[in-house]
């Protein structure tokens, strides 16, 4: 992994605790292969991908093909008292 490389490289000498949140749990235990921690901690995150990779591989980019649908947007990231326009602005963003 180029990035783990690059970010050993930078990394301090001497021991280090590595804090992994979200998608970074590969990131984070690539580094501690390359380069001594004293700890290594992860934070709603995972080393593997937490679905079936048949499902993966198969779902995953037909799925980000398709618009958001406009009530989930609402409900889920704008809030239910969002109003039609910001809607609106929102998911042609995301179509962009």
Known sequence: MELA??????????????????????LAVALAERHHVAALIFC?????????????WLLSPFLF????PRFLLGRYMLGRTADEDLVSEVAEAIRS
């Open 5 to 26: 490389d690059g970010l050993a490289e930078a990394m301090p000498n001497g021991d280090v605790v590595i804090i992994a949140e979200s998608f970074s749990g590969p």
């Open 65 to 68: 093909k398709l618009p958001m």
């Open 44 to 56: 709603n995150s995972f080393v593997v991908a937490p679905r079936p990779s048949v499902l993966r």
